[in-house]
Structures are given as C-alpha cells and as structure tokens.
C-alpha cells in the first residue's frame, strides 16, 4: 500500500479513539549504544516466553530497539518457513509490498502515522503451504535505551493448509525504565491455515504500549490470538481488529492479564464475521490489584449466515483502590446469527480460602492459588511445552502476592 506522507504529518497529533494520550516529543527515537546479547538480556528475554539460549535448536528472531540482534531459520525448518527483517521482503517481494499497511490504517492515530514515517523494522514471516510445524517460532521484541520509541510493524502469511505456533516476547531491560512501544502486526490465514499466535508482554511502571494488530481469515482458516501481559505498564491501549472473511472461519482471541501498581490498561478485540457460518470467541481473564486501572472492550459485528459469536469478561479485585470497567458490544444483521456476551467482576471467594485454608493452606498460600486458577491458560490451545512455559512465567508475576 502507497502511503500519503502529508497525510501522516497531519496524524501524528491524532490520538488514539480510546486510552492515554501521550506527547511523543517526549520519547527518544535513536537508540544510544549498541547491546549485546548477554545474560541479562537472555535472562529477561526467557521471563516473556522467548528461549534465546535455544535460539540453535529453534527458529527465533530479535531486534533490540531498531537493531536485529538474531535471527535464524533452523535447518529442519528450511523450506518450510521464510523469516526475515521486513525491509528486507519488501525490497525482495513485490506482493509483500501489496499487504504492507493492508489490515492496519496508518492514518488511525499518531501510533500508526509514526510507525508509517519510520524505516521499516521488525520481521516477515510466511509458512509454505502445507507445512505443519510442532515447535514454535519466536520473537522478541527487547527495548533496552531509556527512553526510547521502538516502532516495529511485522507481517504473517499463513498460506494454504498451514499449521504453525508463534511466540513473540516483548519486554525491556530495566523495572523502571522510560518508554514507548508501537507495535504492528498485520496477520495472513489462508484458506485451510491454522495459526496459534501467542503474545507475552512485560514492561513497568513507566513504560507505555500502543500495539496495533489486524488480522483476516479466509475458508475455513483458525486462529488462536493470546495475549498475557503481567505486572506494571505506565499506560496500554489496543485494541486487535479480524476480519472472518472466508467460510468457516474461525476466531479464538484470549486475553490473560495481571495487572498491579499504577497501570492504565484500555484493551480488548474487535471482530467482523463477513462469511458464512464464522465463528468468534473474545475471552479475557483480568486481575487488578493496587490502584490499576483496566478496561476490556469487546465487539462482535455479524454481517453473514449462521455466524456465532460470544464474548466473555471476567475480572478478579483484589484491592479497592483498583478499577475494571467492561464494555461488550454485539451487532447482528442476519437474522439466524447467534450473538452471546457474559461479563463479572468480583473478588476472591471467602468460601474458597476457608475450604483451601482447612486443606493446610495458609491465607497467603491459599489466595495465590485462587489467582493462579483464574489466569487458567489451558483455553489458549498451546502445545502441552508452551503451556507449561507460561504457567512458570505467571508464578514468578504472581510470587509473593
């Protein structure tokens, strides 16, 4: 897609429709020194999902701030996949050129104008028609310069027949880090392709995250889109837009969040079913602690025959000075769609803590367990490794409460 330079000037003072306005006169755009993959960078890197100490039995990608760090496609993946920085496929692929800011207007908001006026950075990756991968891809996205913007805009094809897990990690080097993170992803499923895309995000108190996602699905193509964002973040507003354009299409889109201090989090999904007997399912499972502030917004939009759709909030308090506001929304325009919404709010059982407390649980003890029941990961649909790598990175958020 052809972008308009005057028009994107004109939409760098456009704030988003929802969520904090920020100056981005405030923030660096260059990084200030070159980093090295160290230790410290592997060991913040594993506590978002991404191994980078098996970056030579995996397919991985890093970028720290707007520099590649690593990237690689392991020999038993050759042919399968093709991964690579997305300046480089645009220059190599004349129809990738054709996709880029295809799903995602970069004249939304001064997030996506800002990205737009960047050089490209951040990855392409396209799975082969017909090739199943059980071992996941993963990207990590590493902010290390105080102060920093880092823009990064990635594309997915998931093409005919496909099968893939991705996990992209996105976190920084220090707790109280200043920042800005502004993420597209513009994401591919064709017709028959299945695609688990798991996202782990994990920042502080003065960081900020503008993620901006589209994605569209054609005949009979899945999808599982999950988010996990543990901890502080300074502000967050997102909120992902898909297109069930084929038949059949299915949508998944999970939201895991454990949210405390000062956070500000405006969130949720926004999907269109446009074929035939589609089907959609937004989840979010959120825990507000100390003064946390969080929405989830959820919008399902039927415009197709037989098309069912149910969105589903809850959120656990475990403080009065916190906040969670919810906003279903449901629009139907055929009459045999079936269109269902549930949301709760509510604080921890004092029945449960008494039955697990009489079991030989401390107070303590037993109220960690709750949480870590209802930030369940088992409905993200992950291989049995990946899950079970999630569950310890939601441990150590949630150790000590």
Known sequence: MQVDE??????????????EDLDLGEFEQESRERVEVDEDVRRRSLEVGVDLRRASSLTTFLQIDHEIAYRAVQKQFQGDIELMPIQEALERYPWVRELFWNLVSPYADKYTAYNALRPPSGFFLRILEGRRLHMPIQACFFSYSPGIIQSVHNLIVAEPGSEAYIITGCTMMRGDQK???????????????????????????????????????????ATSYNYVLLGHVGSFQSKPF?????????????????????????????????????????????????RAKLTMRGRILCEADDGRGHISCRGLMLSDEAEIYTIPELISRRMNASLTHEAAIGRISEDQLIYLMSRGLSREEAESLIVRGFLDVSPLNLPSFLEESIKKIIDLAIKGF
């Not at 005057?6 to 969520?19: H, T, V």
């Not at 028959?192 to 589209?214: C, D, E, Q, S």
């Open 242 to 290: 898909t297109r069930l354009e084929g038949r059949g299409a299915t949508i998944s889109m999970s939201n895991i969040i454990y949210l405390d201090g000062s956070s500000k989090m405006d969130m949720g999904g926004d999907c269109s079913i446009a074929g035939k007997n589609g089907r959609a399912e937004l989840t979010t499972s959120a825990v507000a602690l100390d």
């Open 6 to 19: 005057r028009r994107l000037r004109e939409a760098l003072s456009k704030p988003a429709e929802y969520g």
């Open 179 to 221: 920042g800005l993170h502004i993420g597209v992803t513009e994401i591919f499923v064709k017709p028959g392709a299945k695609l688990n895309y798991t996202m782990i995000h994990r920042w502080g108190p003065n960081f900020h995250v503008r993620p901006r996602t589209g994605i569209i699905l054609e005949e009979s193509a």
